[in-house]
């Protein structure tokens, strides 16, 4: 069996270097326990056995297995959360635009969450939620809008009708350009023109 040699290493943003290139096998498995559970302090010698480690991975593998018999309850939590979060990003926007924005043209938080919705297959009552929302920006009323008109949904007429009676202003965006703007002369164009 050869000597023990330290492992001297350093952690930075949880990535471990080792500075030793020669190393023995007893040293890797002090390493790799110190990986593991990311230890804070150096172990300056230590004799860990093959066993140990096997049984630790057998173990890990033994607690994730359940996961791969659930994976469809799995999958169908993660769309919704992320579902959830696109509904709520585009619920709390405070400015509409469309298209690139900005000096650098970006496209807007949210019209990024309002692509992702319509894209959805059950776009048309997600965005209806949103637009019912009693806390729903005005912005995201007016996405909301945009949606119906380009789903060819007849709720877009009584949006239209609720948003030209509306004497209120949003924040718009066009290029670099931040202005605010009517609402009831933002739905006209939405009618007319699209979005």
Not at 107 to 113: H, L, N
Not at 161 to 179: C, N, P
Request: a positive charge; proline letters at 2%.
């Amino acid at each position: 069996m050869e000597p023990y040699e330290a492992i001297h290493y350093k952690k930075t943003k949880d990535i471990y270097f080792l500075k030793n290139k020669n190393i023995n096998i007893n040293s890797l498995r002090v390493k790799l326990m110190q990986i593991i559970f990311q230890s804070p302090c150096q172990v300056a010698t230590a004799h860990l056995s093959l066993k140990k480690i096997i049984s630790f991975f057998l173990f890990s593998a033994l607690s994730i297995l359940p996961s791969f018999f659930c994976t469809g309850q799995a999958a169908e939590q993660t769309v919704t959360d992320v579902s959830t979060s696109d509904d709520t990003t585009l619920a709390k926007t405070e400015m509409f635009a469309l298209g690139n924005i900005g000096f650098v043209g970006h496209i807007s938080t949210g019209e990024s969450a309002y692509k992702k919705i319509l894209s959805s297959d059950n776009a048309e009552a997600r965005f209806w939620r949103i637009y019912d929302k009693g806390d729903s920006t005005t912005a995201a009323k007016l996405y909301s809008a945009c949606a119906f008109k380009q789903l060819n949904s007849a709720k877009f007429k009584e949006v239209k009708k609720q948003m030209k009676a509306s004497d209120g202003k949003v924040t718009t965006m066009k290029a670099d350009i931040m202005r605010k703007e009517d609402v009831s002369k933002i739905i006209e164009s939405i009618d007319q023109f699209g979005c």
